[in-house]
C-alpha cells in the first residue's frame, strides 16, 4: 500500500507564501503523474495542480500564477510552493497520484488567516 507523508502547512497571512512537501513510500514518484489536491471544511477535495513524469504541469484556475508544483524522482519527493496566500487557499492539502490512488494520508493543514 502506498503511503503518503505531507508537511509544510501552517498558519500565514494573506499575501503570504508556504511551501508543502510530500514523501512517499517506494518509487511511486518516479512511475506516475503526481497531484496536490485540498479539501476545504465541507467541500469536496479538489485538484489543485498536477506534475507529469516529464514535468509538464497543468493548474487549477484558482492557484494559476501564484502556485507552482515541482517533483524530484530521485529523492521521492513533490512540493508545492504557494505564494500570494488567500483565505480561499485554506484547505487540508494532500499529495497522490494524478488521478489518485484511494488511499491518501493524513494531510497538511494551510491556514490563511489575519
Known amino acids: 500500500q502506498v503511503q503518503f507523508v505531507e508537511s509544510g502547512g501552517g498558519l500565514v497571512q494573506p499575501g503570504g507564501s508556504l511551501r508543502l512537501s510530500c514523501a512517499a513510500s517506494?518509487?511511486?514518484?518516479?512511475?506516475?503523474?503526481m497531484g496536490w489536491y485540498r479539501q476545504a471544511p465541507g467541500e469536496q477535495r479538489e485538484l489543485v495542480a498536477a506534475?507529469?513524469?516529464?514535468?509538464?504541469?497543468n493548474y487549477a484556475d484558482s492557484v494559476k500564477g501564484r502556485f507552482t508544483i515541482s517533483r524530484d524522482n530521485a529523492k521521492n519527493t513533490v512540493t508545492l510552493q504557494m505564494n500570494k496566500l488567500k483565505p480561499e487557499d485554506t484547505a487540508v492539502y494532500y499529495c497522490?497520484?494524478?488521478?489518485?490512488?484511494?488511499?491518501w494520508g493524513q494531510g497538511t493543514q494551510v491556514t490563511v488567516s489575519s
Open positions: 497522490n497520484r494524478y488521478p489518485p490512488f484511494n488511499s
Open positions: 517506494g518509487s511511486i514518484f518516479s512511475l506516475n503523474n
Open positions: 506534475i507529469s513524469i516529464a514535468g509538464n504541469t
